[in-house]
């Protein structure tokens, strides 16, 4: 030890204290169960008093300190217990009476046994943070002076071109500038498939590269990549205070101490009353005190709370704190945005009439040179397809576009243009050409010369999984809203699609909160945005689930932030909190009703029934209602999302 | 002889009446600022000394938790309104920095909420 180094006090851990006070008792638990040992009484006060004297300070000095405090806790009724079992004990053996020693120190034992499993398995319920951290790569294959190196995590830069190769992990955020893969994200967002990446697109930090190859450039680095504000989240989240909470923190306060009263109250009425022995009352007064378990009931909220906010993040839901537990399971009804909500938020071609290679392949060789925002969704449509180059290339505001593709003039445009260039539409196409358009799809025709080839309808198409979390929510009972700034007959068409309960069109982004609040003013309501136009909304609303591929802004304006796009993940993530919400109750519940009924029967109270029990067995039952608690909370982590 | 028993119980819980719930005097400490940070030392010991801590709002404040208690009760330390959490070891001083932004009186806690500590934030 270094000369300026404090002098560090000799202890034991909880583990070895428990271990050597098991030693000793043994021989007690030899005498309580089969019979005396040479020695009798004198040898249980031989072993006995080591137990006090290792295991025995712990809960001492914690009791003692609490009281100077004129606080109590559980260590308090524990010293309480312990030392009128072992100083009864001592003044029965100077005459020659019945002893207790054995309960004195079994209940040290058995409480120390409680505090170890204890300590077991709050650790488990504790670990979701740190697998997430676990979670990130070590080093990073960086470009610097045109050489590559292996650099360590700390050392990245924003700036930083990081090379990737097949199997590794992502080390930061970053965007894909060379190369192409599928990368598993699971790990971060929960997302099952592998998702494709190629120039242009966004890297997650500790997802993990499949078989490509790229190299991405680093966006974010150190605490500011999503992995880090996930992790920061749920230990905020798990930190935090749940408002039923508040109800056990008071009877905490006023616990102990009654439970005291209660044991002089048990001692008085069976000396005083029941005319019972000096040493059957002090036995049940002495059980009153260590049965009672004020922790059984601090541990049910946050440790019920701790696991199940751990395992939304495994999962990629983020609750963000215990609050939003209890707002979630008011929830009746659920409002979504349209746009990147309930659709994919980019147009994507979803008929074609005609032939389809041929009319895909006029349409995107003409839309190579347009910069509408349709033409996207066609060449997307297009991209196995090879196009041809385009002469005289024309646009018609707001009609079409025009152009010669091999040796015809071909258009793309709306019925009035084939029309204005003398271009019949069959009957057969125009109907089919309307029929698209009241399922408020964009429809335009492909022509080649005078003849009219087919027709391609685009839309903002709904995401796969919307139709099926829609009817989820709706078998869960909630009321859908959709709350959307587009056109009636286009919301309208979409929620047809997706089975929405009621269409809110034609609001503009600022009237969003205005339309919550009237909505809130008759049912408590759960609004779904992606974060990026709809904080407001998000604020507003009774409880506010941000969807937004983990961008900032998501994370900081929803009270649940769904870090994958997916509208199941709203099912899942009120599932989880119902859950949660549910589990802390029973915790609670189960924790009064133990000491409300333990209370009793340790009083004797039902001593006419044969109902009575050994004080050490209470020491038992005290020591293991925590541990039942946080055993509890743990079965959550087997709740199906 | 249970005339005297039952004398000494109301008298026993006269004082654990008088002792747990009556009114005592907690005591109250500033932090010292130091430049851009505030600093405060908390025993833990039968709870926290002292119970009542006061620091300014706007100023980072360092907390250093002194846990002397081997005691179960206070192997954790929880400070929900500053999102905070920590194992505490034994006889070793744990520094905790919180941002004291609003002013108010918030309360801390040990993990199992048996023990409580206030942190009073002055503007």
Redesign the interface.
Same mark, same amino acid.
């Given at each position: 030890m270094s000369k300026a180094g404090v002098k560090k006090k000799f202890s034991l851990s909880l583990r070895q204290t428990f271990f050597i006070c098991l030693f000793f008792t043994l021989p007690l638990l030899y005498m309580m169960i089969i019979g005396m040992l040479p020695g009798g009484d004198l040898t249980a006060l031989v072993f006995a008093t080591p137990v006090i004297l290792i295991g025995g300070p712990r809960f001492f000095r914690s009791g003692w300190a609490a009281f100077k405090n004129h606080k109590a806790n559980m260590d308090t009724l524990i010293t309480i217990g312990t030392l009128t079992a072992y100083f009864y004990s001592m003044y029965a053996l100077s005459r020659g009476e019945h002893v207790y020693f054995e309960i004195a120190a079994l209940l040290i034992v058995f409480i120390l046994l409680g505090q170890v499993f204890e300590e077991l398995t709050k650790g488990r319920a504790s670990q979701a943070v740190e697998k997430l951290l676990h979670l990130q790569a070590k080093d990073a294959l960086v470009v610097r002076n045109n050489k590559e190196v292996r650099i360590p995590l700390a050392e990245l830069k924003v700036g930083d071109v990081i090379i990737v190769k097949p199997g590794e992990k992502i080390p930061t955020d970053g965007q894909v500038i060379s190369g192409e893969s599928y990368v598993d994200e699971s790990l971060v967002t929960g997302e099952s498939k592998p998702s494709r990446k190629e120039t242009g697109d966004t890297v997650i930090g500790a997802s993990i590269n499949t078989t490509g190859s790229f190299r991405f450039k680093a966006t974010k680095v150190g605490g500011e990549t999503l992995l880090s504000q996930i992790v920061e989240l749920v230990r905020q989240a798990q930190t935090s205070r749940a408002p039923i909470q508040k109800l056990v923190d008071s009877i905490s306060h006023y616990f102990v101490p009654i439970v005291l009263i209660l044991s002089i109250l048990t001692f008085n009425v069976w000396f005083g009353l029941l005319g019972a022995s000096v040493t059957t009352a002090l036995l049940y007064a002495v059980t009153v005190v260590v049965i009672a378990c004020p922790c059984a009931l601090g541990l049910a909220t946050p440790t019920a709370l701790m696991v199940g906010v751990g395992l939304g993040a495994r999962r990629g839901i983020l609750i963000k704190s215990g609050e939003v537990l209890e707002k979630a399971k008011n929830i009746k009804t659920i409002v979504m945005d349209k746009t990147g909500t309930i659709t994919l938020g980019q147009p994507v071609v979803t008929d074609i009439v005609g032939e389809r290679n041929t009319v895909l392949s006029i349409a995107a060789s003409l839309e190579q040179q347009s910069e509408h925002p349709l033409a996207k969704a066609v060449l997307e449509a297009a991209q196995k397809i090879k196009l041809d180059a385009v002469k005289s290339f024309k646009a018609y505001g707001g009609q079409g576009i025009s152009g010669v593709v091999g040796s015809k003039k071909s258009f793309v445009g709306t019925a009035d243009l084939m029309r204005d260039h003398n271009i019949s539409i069959p009957s057969e196409i125009e109907k089919k050409w309307q029929g698209l358009q009241s399922e408020a799809k964009t429809v335009v025709g492909v022509a080649s010369g005078n003849t009219l080839l087919g027709l391609i309808a685009i839309q903002d198409a709904p995401k796969p999984t919307s139709k099926s979390a829609i009817a989820l929510l709706s078998h869960q009972g909630y009321k859908t809203i959709m709350l959307t700034g587009d056109n009636k007959a286009t919301a309208e068409a979409i929620a047809k699609d997706v089975g929405i309960d009621q269409v809110i069109a034609e609001v503009m982004p600022a009237d969003k909160a205005n339309a919550i609040v009237e909505l809130q003013s008759k049912t408590p309501v759960a609004f779904v945005g992606d974060g990026i136009n709809d904080a407001p909304a998000l604020a507003t609303a009774h409880l506010g689930i941000a969807m937004g591929s983990g961008t900032d802004v998501a994370i900081e304006s929803g009270d649940i932030v769904l870090v994958k796009n997916d509208l199941l993940d709203v099912a899942r993530a009120l599932k989880l909190s119902k859950k949660t919400f549910g589990r802390i109750k029973l915790n609670l519940f189960w924790a009064f009703v133990y000491n409300l009924a333990g209370i009793p029967i340790a009083a004797g109270v039902f001593s006419s029934l044969g109902l009575t029990l050994n004080p050490a067995l209470a020491g038992l039952a005290m020591a293991f209602s925590s541990v039942s608690v946080v055993l509890s909370s743990l079965l959550l982590t087997r709740t199906r999302l | 002889m #249970?005339l005297i028993? =039952?004398l000494i119980?109301l008298i =026993? /819980?006269g004082t /654990?009446?008088w002792?747990?719930? @009556?009114n005592?005097q907690t005591e109250t400490v500033s932090a010292e600022v130091m430049g851009n940070i505030q600093k405060v030392q908390i025993i833990v #010991? @039968? @709870?926290y000394?002292p119970?009542t801590i006061r620091l300014k709002a706007g100023v980072p404040a360092e907390l250093t938790f002194l846990r002397? !208690?081997? !005691? !179960?009760?206070?192997d954790e330390v =929880? =400070?929900?309104?500053f &999102?905070?959490?920590a194992a505490l070891p034994?006889?070793e001083p744990y520094t905790l920095i919180i941002k004291p932004d609003k002013p108010g009186t918030f309360t801390y806690?040990c &993990?199992?909420?048996?023990?409580?500590g206030k942190i009073e934030v002055i503007s």
């Open positions: - | #249970e028993v =039952l119980s =026993l /819980i /654990i009446v002792w747990f719930f @009556g005592h #010991e @039968g @709870g000394k119970e002397k !208690s081997a !005691s !179960s009760c206070f =929880l =400070l929900p309104d &999102g905070k959490q034994v006889n806690s &993990g199992m909420h048996m023990f409580f």
